[in-house]
């Protein structure tokens, strides 16, 4: 069955230090998002993307935070600068359609920012 | 805006017991709903679904919802409760504009006592 895949599935960084969350949607899909989950709270919706640009984002996608689809396979997040309190579960999600709004997700990525 | 609210951030419930997980959502428009299950250091699983075809809607693991647009309710259930259903259980809404972004609920975290 076709799945979303995320690595690596836990990072620890250094505060300030950059970094990639890297994704692989399901191979047909059209539309990918971010989201994140820090720990004890709700998941909250970061960015979404389609045709190769960000189609919505929320207040906490700000400058430190980019989305790229480098290759039209990998869909990739990557925070400049990483603060303590980007420290969370950065899940991954796809669709295929926008008739269809089932996303799935892939695994996370726990990033924890020492 | 959309919400979601889940009353009861915990649940326990004895093994062969009825499960009921309660959600309640706001919308401007006629919703996607949806309820996800995540066990522990794993990611998002859908549940089920409701997309505006029958109010009463089935899922996997049997679990089934039933959509009450009076009451803006989307209420998940279980007839009988089995250990493996342990897990925090996730409400969501979408809007039906090209993004369908999920906006979540705070989760119920369900204990199943045997």
């Known amino acids: 069955e076709p799945e979303v895949t995320q690595t690596p599935s836990h990072q620890v960084t250094q505060m300030g230090q950059e970094v990639i969350l890297r994704c692989v949607p399901i191979?047909?899909?059209?539309?990918f998002y971010w989201y994140r989950q820090i720990l004890g709270q709700k998941v909250e919706f970061l960015v979404s993307?389609?045709?190769?640009?960000?189609?919505?984002k929320s207040e906490i996608f700000d400058d430190q935070f980019s989305v790229e689809r480098p290759d039209g396979s990998n869909f990739t997040l990557k925070i400049r600068s990483t603060k303590l309190e980007d420290s969370a579960m950065y899940f991954c999600?796809?669709?295929?359609?926008?008739?269809?709004?089932?996303?799935?997700f892939g695994q996370g990525t726990r990033l924890t920012v020492v | 805006a959309q919400s979601v609210t889940q009353l009861g951030s915990h649940v326990s419930v004895s093994e062969g017991a009825l499960v009921l997980l309660r959600c309640n959502y706001s919308s401007s428009v006629p919703p996607y709903l949806f309820w996800y299950v995540q066990y522990p250091n794993q990611g998002l699983q859908l549940l089920l679904k409701?997309?505006?075809?029958?109010?009463l809607v089935k899922g996997i693991n049997g679990f089934e919802a039933e959509f009450k647009k009076s009451e803006t309710s989307f209420h998940l259930t279980k007839p009988s409760a089995h250990m493996s259903d342990a897990a925090e259980y996730f409400c969501?809404?979408?809007?039906?504009?090209?993004?369908?972004?999920?906006?979540f609920g705070g989760g119920t975290r369900v204990l199943v006592k045997p």
């Open positions: 409701y997309t505006s075809a029958a109010t």
């Open positions: 993307f389609y045709n190769n640009e960000i189609s919505e």
């Open positions: 999600a796809s669709r295929v359609l926008h008739s269809d709004p089932e996303a799935f």
């Open positions: 969501a809404v979408s809007d039906r504009a090209a993004g369908n972004k999920l906006t």
């Open positions: 191979s047909n899909h059209l539309y």
